[in-house]
T-cell receptor, first 113, second 111 residues
């Protein structure tokens, strides 16, 4: 099946540092989504991107839809302890809900106070 | 607003036993999905449904069956559980090609 390459797999950072993670694919996507999963819970949507080149912010989080439509980036500024969790990227090929999302394997973020 | 609800939250099975996981959504979503999550593997799609009465195979469908008899419910069945099916299972739903809403997960252990 389709693969999304998400990196890094894990990160250990100091509180207050900025974080950057990305996803790349060999295929073109029409939508990029970024999710966060807290321990013991289901993933929750952080940011959705629908247009190539789009840059969208949600508080301290900023995500970009790559111009080539084959990649996306998520940045977290001034990290805090509650940022701990697993971050997933997901891509949608085509414009139909009949095609399932493709997920990256996740970036596990640990924040050291 | 309950969103996506999964039952049970936890279950322990012996090898060879059968069980059914129930997913219910109250958002009138057309599309529903079952994923499994294993360490280092991310979310892998088991089966999905694009509408009431329809089902389709995902990336890892072997050993599982599903049914979507009602629009709001999506059932995942294990006919003969194996230790390799020990995992956390997530149900999700959406209305179209955009955002996916997840349940809280069901943790299954097969001994």
């Amino acid at each position: 099946g389709q693969q999304l390459n998400q990196s890094p797999q894990s990160m250990f950072i100091q509180e207050g540092e900025d974080v950057s993670m990305n996803c790349t694919s060999s295929s073109i996507f029409n939508t990029w989504l970024w999710y966060k999963q807290d321990p013991g819970e289901g993933p929750v949507l952080l940011i959705a991107l629908y247009k190539a080149g789009e840059l969208t912010s949600n508080g301290r989080l900023t995500a970009q839809f790559g111009i080539t439509r084959k990649d996306s980036f998520l940045n977290i500024s001034a990290s805090i302890p509650s940022d701990v969790g697993i971050y997933f990227c997901a891509g949608q090929m085509g414009n139909s809900g009949n095609t399932p999302l493709v997920f990256g394997k996740g970036t596990r973020l640990s924040v050291i106070a | 607003n309950a969103g996506v609800t999964q039952t049970p939250k936890f279950r322990v099975l012996k090898t060879g036993q059968s069980m059914t996981l129930l997913c219910a959504q109250d958002m009138n979503h057309e599309y529903m999905y079952w994923y499994r999550q294993d360490p280092g593997m991310g979310l892998r799609l088991i089966h999905y449904s694009v509408g009431e009465g329809t089902t389709a195979k995902g990336e890892v469908p072997d050993g599982y069956n599903v049914s979507r008899l009602k629009k709001q419910n999506f059932l995942l069945g294990l006919e003969s559980a194996a230790p390799s099916q020990t995992s956390v299972y997530f149900c999700a739903s959406r209305t179209g090609p955009g955002e996916l809403f997840f349940g809280e997960g069901s943790r299954l252990t097969v001994l």
